[in-house]
Antibody, heavy 119, light 107 residues
Framework: EVQLVESGGGLVQPGGSLRLSCAVSGLSVRDNYMSWVRQAPGKGLVWVSVIYSGGSTYYADSVKGRFTISRDNSKNTLYLQMSSLRAEDTAVYYC?????????????WGQGTLVTVSS | DIQMTQSPSSLSASVGDRVTITCRAGQSISKYLNWYQQKPGEAPKLLIYAASSLQSGVPSRFSGSGSGTEFTLTIGSLQPEDFAAYYCQQSYTTPYTFGQGTKLEIK
């Protein structure tokens, strides 16, 4: 059974930093495309970042230069390092597996972790 | 960036109704179109991938169609558990943009 479990969310002041983790079981983060998606309270889904199996990374313009996606193959864990946080980064952050064999479908999702940026 | 436009943004319907949600892409995305269902407090759930393929375990009353720039999600006969938000998403290229969502409510 595939499971994705996010952690690391919480309250942080504007300008601060936070690192989110996504512990994965049932599949290898090294061999898969993995992504982060966020959802502000009461709003829709917004794609944030992806890391491909080869290591290439891509970001939404709104987070480029502030967020970094990475993975630890030995821990089978995906990360999102967030810095220079702004109020508009407040959201539930989901990690998801991107199935490249099915036209980049986001088929497995974690339960999400809430990040609140406020003073 | 490829803009995804869903319509309607909200929809009221009754159990047993047939409903259709439309998604338009700002440029051709072939069949790189996915549909997700999200209930309050839950993670999104994949329903349809590659425009028209039903995800394993999803009831057959859900169907998808389209290619290029025009896509539809149809629910054949609404059940009480189908009242939720629905999102389309293009996975043709980054950024993997989502539609703004359609909230399906009980009439």
């Amino acid at each position: 059974e595939v499971q994705l479990v996010e952690s690391g969310g919480g309250l942080v002041q504007p300008g601060g930093s936070l690192r989110l983790s996504c512990a994965v079981s049932g599949l290898s983060v090294r061999d898969n495309y993995m992504s982060w998606v966020r959802q502000a309270p009461g709003k829709g889904l917004v794609w944030v970042s992806v890391i491909y199996s080869g290591g290439s990374t891509y970001y939404a313009d709104s987070v480029k230069g502030r967020f970094t996606i990475s993975r630890d193959n030995s821990k089978n864990t995906l990360y999102l390092q967030m810095s220079s946080l702004r109020a508009e980064d407040t959201a539930v952050y989901y990690c998801a597996r991107v199935d490249y064999s099915r036209l980049h479908t986001f088929d497995y999702w974690g339960q999400g972790t809430l990040v609140t940026v406020s003073s | 960036d490829i803009q995804m436009t869903q319509s309607p943004s909200s929809l009221s319907a009754s159990v047993g109704d047939r409903v259709t949600i439309t998604c338009r892409a700002g440029q051709s995305i072939s069949k790189y179109l996915n549909w997700y269902q999200q209930k309050p407090g839950e993670a999104p759930k994949l329903l349809i991938y590659a425009a028209s393929s039903l995800q394993s375990g999803v009831p057959s009353r859900f169907s998808g169609s389209g290619s290029g720039t025009e896509f539809t999600l149809t629910i054949g006969s609404l059940q009480p558990e189908d009242f939720a938000a629905y999102y389309c998403q293009q996975s043709y290229t980054t950024p993997y943009t989502f539609g703004q969502g359609t909230k399906l409510e009980i009439k």
